[in-house]
């Protein structure tokens, strides 16, 4: 369908960003980048995001290592019995919360046994030894940069010395290569929090991804503390964001990702214009 407005040139949306810059996140500029529609329709339309079984999945697991974490932190015992009660418990409540339309018992079933290989892979993978020295727990860092909304970053996990981690459940190994690449933009957040919310430079940055392959695998992702160029790069590219956000941008970035975007559907029949949270171009 041929849109009969071109959305960079729309004016109609700007003044109004929805909830693009309340603050800025990692998670934010990536979405940003990957496509300023999707951005556009996730965080200005403000059209939420359809529960899905991978996010379901990512959550509990990702819930389930904050828990082993805390336990390591407090210095507590506890045994695999009480992380799968923990598994388990954060299982219900995501469902509770956010209902995923499975298609059947099975497909439910067999994820969250998948979810649990994931947890217990990465723990047989002993990549973190339990009794090493935590520095924080799912830290929340801000930083305020002038020109720029807050910035915000959620941290898994601090290490003792100051090595960041980031968990990730993903559907294949992340390539060696360019992992760092792919992820530039939240390492670079990452850094900056950390240095200005401890007033030191981090030790360096991990990536854990907890793979979903028939095995489960765990590959870790190391990088050193990160250089000024890429902090400052970061910076540069947060004012492009905001620039952008202002300037109405809704380019679409068609590519294969678009067979998974939640917003296929609005996207394909958009026309330009304000888009309603419940979808409908007008
Ligand atoms: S379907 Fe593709 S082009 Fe459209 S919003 Fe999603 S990622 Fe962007």
């Known amino acids: 369908m041929i849109s009969t407005l071109n959305p960079t040139t729309d004016t109609s949306a700007r003044g109004n960003y929805g909830r693009a810059l309340d603050y800025i996140s990692a998670s934010r500029l990536s979405c940003w980048q990957q496509c300023r529609r999707k951005h556009y329709f996730r965080y200005v339309a403000d059209i939420p995001s359809e529960p ?153 940055i991990e990536l854990h991804h907890l793979v979903k392959t028939k095995v489960p695998k765990v590959c870790v992702s190391e990088f050193g503390s990160m250089s000024d160029r890429e902090i400052g790069n970061v910076i540069a590219l947060m004012h492009q964001y905001v620039d952008s956000v202002k300037a109405g941008d809704c380019t679409p970035s068609p590519s294969f990702m678009c067979s998974g975007c939640e917003y296929l559907s609005q996207c394909k029949s958009w026309q330009g214009g304000e888009v309603q949270g419940n979808g409908d171009a007008s």
Request: hydrophobic share 40%.
């Open 52 to 204: 899905s079984p991978a996010m379901h999945l990512g959550k509990v697991v990702h819930a389930t290592l904050q828990q082993w974490n805390l336990w390591r932190w407090d210095r507590k015992p506890y045994t695999m019995n009480d992380l799968h009660a923990a598994f388990f418990h954060s299982w219900e409540k995501e469902q509770a919360e956010n209902t995923v339309p499975w298609k059947s018992d099975k497909e439910h079933d067999d994820l969250r046994d998948k979810a649990w290989e994931l947890v217990t892979a990465y723990l047989d993978a002993a990549v973190i030894d339990e009794s090493e020295d935590i520095a924080g727990v799912e830290v929340r860092l801000e930083a305020e940069i002038e020109g720029l909304p807050t910035v915000i970053g959620i941290v898994d996990l601090v290490r003792g010395g100051g090595r960041i981690v980031d968990f990730k459940t993903a559907a294949k190994s992340p390539s060696q290569n360019s992992a760092g690449h792919v992820h530039g933009t939240q390492l670079g957040i990452y850094a900056l929090l950390y240095r200005h919310c401890t007033g030191t430079r981090e030790l360096g």
